[in-house]
């Protein structure tokens, strides 16, 4: 298992990195979206509640951006049928896809949050850094886990752009919720104290049901 | 098969339903605050609850469909899930009305039960597309299985999270029927057993009219041949039970 697992994560970045198809995509899409927000909003800066949501809605919308591209090289060039001519477990291509996605993720977060920090956030990032990266290390499990479910789910559809986000943003409204809500307290200018532990236990529990019930449901996606 | 005790369960339904109109309207008392207004609970909060089980029921369904891979199964979760999306926009509307009446605004953010409903709601309101997007008629009963056992799931996480992201700005007056007066409680749940089984009557009639459709065309292919009727004229959303099944019982 494990090394399948390995063996197919590779296979995921090597094709990225020979690519550049999803990642580069989805961290222009995060800056031009703080851009949009800037005129949007019309304002210089932003802090609190307002810059956790704004954050949260570029990540979430780049996040669906990329669950939307993951599986199409597969089910257009013939991935899945090598997979499954394969005999290996196909829980493992879930895992793999899951760590790709989250791979994904940190790195449009490498680029989104210090851009998020230079072009609108008021505040400072700095002292809050380490509990923004748990909360968004948590948000990100729940992306990944959601993202591969419904890219899997809605590759094999006709109208695959508009489902899969149409599918994914429903079932993301809790990340939203607790990221947003946690992330809230972090880039206010009165910064006090720390994450509430209900959003953290939220997005935690949110991480361990749906990674379990896609981990159940996602051989089911692919026999055939 | 389906159709078996439909007459007197309608008749059933009927009585209850009137059993409980009447008692909405004539014995449960007004309520000090509201007024006439409030008996709309006796109807928004059984079907939201109605709603949501069936959303819970066609997950199980779901369930069973994956495990057994019978067909049926899956027509069944997809008429429970069908039917509870036209519940839950009667219980959208009623509650919209109700906060109206109410708090002055068609719709309030504060009211944690509402807005998740929103959510699930829109969550559910995906299944349809999905499945008509999906044209091999076994892998759209698998996909639409998948997708009902994790919106399913997500209908009490779902709960959870808002509920939790809302400050309790409203005094939750109806929050439990525990804190009812008497009255009020019989009336509450004669509606809401009587919603039960409207559900469950309308279910049924919709089980029945999709099964017997497939037979109808099964027997007439057997009948004329295939190209007597075609099967299914281009693509669609609902589950192609039966078709096989009362095929092969035929031949």
């Known amino acids: 298992m494990r090394r399948t697992v390995g063996a197919l994560l590779r296979k995921e970045l090597l094709v990225e990195l020979r690519t550049f198809e999803s990642v580069p995509g989805m961290s222009l899409f995060a800056v ?38 993951l599986f199409v090289a597969d089910a257009d060039q013939g991935g899945f049928d090598g997979f499954l001519l394969a005999p290996v477990d196909r829980s493992a291509m879930m895992v793999a896809k899951v760590l790709t996605m989250l791979a994904y993720l940190v790195v449009l977060e490498l680029v989104a949050v210090p851009a998020f920090a230079i072009l609108l956030l008021g505040p400072p990032l700095g002292p809050a850094l380490p509990q923004l990266i748990a909360v968004l290390a948590l948000g990100d499990i729940g992306i990944a886990v959601i993202g591969t479910l419904v890219g899997a789910l809605a590759v094999q559809t006709r109208a695959r752009d508009l489902l899969g986000p149409l599918l994914a943003l429903p079932l993301l409204v809790p990340i939203v919720i607790g990221g947003a ?44 | 098969m389906y159709g078996k005790g439909l007459r007197s ?13 009447s008692l909405v309207f004539f014995y449960a008392p007004l309520e000090a605050e509201q007024g006439f207004l409030q008996k709309i609970f006796y109807i928004h909060v059984p079907l939201a609850i109605i709603a949501l089980c069936g959303f819970v029921v066609g997950a199980l369904f779901a369930i069973a469909h994956l495990r057994t891979r019978d ?26 009305i109700w906060a109206k009446g109410s708090w002055g605004h068609w719709w309030v953010w504060n009211e944690p039960t509402l807005v998740s409903f929103l ?8 299944y349809q597309p999905l ?15 998948v997708f009902a056992i994790t919106a399913g799931a997500f209908v009490p996480m779902n709960f959870i999270a808002v509920r939790l992201s809302t400050a309790y700005l409203h005094p939750r007056v109806l929050g439990g029927t ?68 009362a095929g092969r019982s035929g031949l």
């Not at chain 1, 802090?47 to 939307?68: H, K, M, P, R, Y």
């Not at chain 2, 959510?119 to 995906?126: D, M, P, S």
């Open chain 1, 181 to 224: 809500r946690a992330t809230a307290p972090l880039l206010a200018f009165s910064h006090a104290g720390g994450v509430p532990a209900r959003w953290l236990l939220t997005l935690g529990l949110y991480d361990l049901i749906f990674g379990l019930i896609a981990y159940a449901l996602f051989d089911f996606l692919l026999e055939d």
């Open chain 2, 9 to 21: 369960l309608s008749i059933v339904t009927v009585a209850a339903m009137a059993l409980a109109l």
């Open chain 2, 131 to 145: 499945r008509f997007a999906i044209e091999d008629p076994e892998r759209q009963s698998r996909y639409a299985s």
């Open chain 2, 119 to 126: 959510i699930v709601f829109l969550l559910y309101a995906t």
């Open chain 2, 71 to 96: 067909s049926s199964w899956d027509m069944r979760s997809y008429v429970t899930i069908h039917m509870s999306l036209i519940f839950a926009v009667g219980a959208l509307i009623t509650g919209s």
């Open chain 1, 32 to 69: 031009t979206t703080f851009v949009v927000f800037h005129f949007a909003l019309n304002r210089s800066s932003v802090e609190g509640d307002l810059a956790a949501g704004i954050l949260w809605v570029t990540l979430l919308f780049a996040a669906i951006l990329g669950a939307n591209r």
């Open chain 2, 178 to 245: 525990s804190n009812l007066p008497g009255s009020m409680r019989l009336t509450f749940m004669v509606s809401l057993a009587a919603v039960t089984l409207l559900f469950v009557t309308m279910c049924k009639y919709e089980l029945t009219a999709k099964h017997t459709r497939a037979q109808v065309r099964a027997l007439r292919r057997r009948l004329v041949g295939e190209d007597g009727s075609p099967a299914r004229r281009g693509r669609t959303a609902v589950p192609a039970m039966g078709t096989q099944a």
